[in-house]
């Protein structure tokens, strides 16, 4: 099970934090990490953690974003700063096998919609 929360609506340049519970999933197995999509959009991964607490993230995002995982919680984060129009989506946490495979295979919560205006 995930559960997302943290999303809302944003002024522009804004920077909140998503935070995503997870529970039920071996830790030294998955990829734990963040997609979004848009309306009319397709699904674009955004940023993942590794069992071995490397980190990847989209390009759209590099600099801006954050993830990090708080094992002794089941809690999964993702800090994102200096917003723009174009980060507006709902955003889902998700455990897959390969971080390079977010929003496409594994699970996924029911997202948390962040508009930024």
């Known amino acids: 099970q995930l559960v997302e929360s943290g999303g809302g609506s944003v002024e522009a340049g804004g920077s909140p934090r998503l935070s995503c519970k997870y529970s039920?999933?071996?830790?030294?197995?998955?990829?734990m990490g963040w997609f979004r999509q848009a309306t009319g959009k397709e699904r674009e991964g955004v940023a993942g953690i590794d069992n071995d607490g490397s980190t990847s993230y989209a390009d759209s995002v590099a600099g801006r974003f954050t993830i990090s995982k708080y094992n002794a919680m089941n809690t999964l984060y993702l800090q994102m700063n200096n917003l723009n129009a174009e980060d507006t989506a709902m955003y889902h946490c998700a455990a897959v096998v390969g971080c390079a495979k977010l929003g496409r295979s594994g699970f996924w919560g029911q997202g948390t919609q962040v508009t930024v205006s």
């Open positions: 039920g999933y071996a830790l030294t197995r998955y990829c």
